[in-house]
Each structure stands twice: as structure tokens, then as C-alpha cells.
């Protein structure tokens, strides 16, 4: 299972940090992914850690301004957002698979565990 929060109104240029607690599996043994969901769209792939969280990847629209992190002895995986603008606005969802070459995977369909997500709003 897993729980995201920490979504929330912020006006452009402000910060959030996301946090998605799972249990029901081993933590250590998951990829963790954060994708989002805009109104209307499809969802995209944001960021990505490995399982011993050594190699992070992000989309190329949030590099540089957010922070993919975990802490396997919380079973918590983290999202630090700033500089967040109106376009990021979306519900942001947690997922995680135990297979390693999730790593790679941008597709939603390469991960199989799903969190309830977390709304965030940018305002302009």
C-alpha cells in the first residue's frame, strides 16, 4: 500500500515536499516513481530512484528544481519540489515495482503498486 501527502495551493515560486509512506512489501526491494497527472492528460513520468536510492532520474521539465529521495528506514519515499510554476499543477501519484529495469521505464504501465495520489495547485 501507498499513501501520499503533502500536496497542497502554493503560489508560483513557492515549495512542496511530497512524501509517500508504503507498506505491505519490502521497501528496499522497490523502485519508487513519482508520475503526475494533469486536468485532462495523460499521466507523465516525473522522477525516479533506484532502490538503494543512488541513481535518480527526472523528467527533463522538473530537472534542476525537484528532488526524488527515500529513506528505506521509514519505507518513505520523498518528492522536493521548488520553483514550482502553474504548469506543474496536477495530482501527483507514488508508484514502485520490484523489478530493477523499472529504473529505465518513463511508462506508468512498467509500474504496478499505485498510491491514491496528492493534489497540488500552482497558482499563478
Known amino acids: 500500500q501507498l499513501q501520499a501527502s503533502g500536496g497542497g495551493l502554493v503560489q508560483a515560486g513557492g515549495s512542496l515536499r511530497l512524501s509517500c509512506e508504503v507498506s505491505?512489501?519490502?521497501?528496499?526491494?522497490?523502485?519508487m516513481g513519482w508520475f503526475r497527472q494533469g486536468p485532462g492528460k495523460e499521466r507523465m513520468f516525473v522522477a525516479v530512484?533506484?532502490?538503494?536510492?543512488?541513481?535518480?532520474d527526472y523528467a527533463d521539465s522538473v530537472r534542476g528544481r525537484f528532488t526524488i529521495s527515500r529513506d528505506n528506514a521509514k519505507n518513505t519515499v520523498y518528492l522536493q519540489m521548488n520553483s514550482l510554476e502553474p504548469a506543474d499543477t496536477a495530482v501527483y501519484y507514488c508508484?514502485?515495482?520490484?523489478?530493477?529495469?523499472?529504473?529505465?521505464?518513463?511508462?506508468?504501465?512498467?509500474?504496478?503498486?499505485w498510491g491514491q495520489g496528492t493534489e497540488v495547485t500552482v497558482s499563478s
Open positions: 530512484i533506484n532502490k538503494s536510492g543512488v541513481r535518480r
Open positions: 508508484t514502485s515495482n520490484t523489478d530493477p529495469r523499472s529504473f529505465a521505464s518513463r511508462s506508468p504501465t512498467q509500474f504496478n503498486n
Open positions: 505491505g512489501t519490502i521497501f528496499s526491494h522497490n523502485v
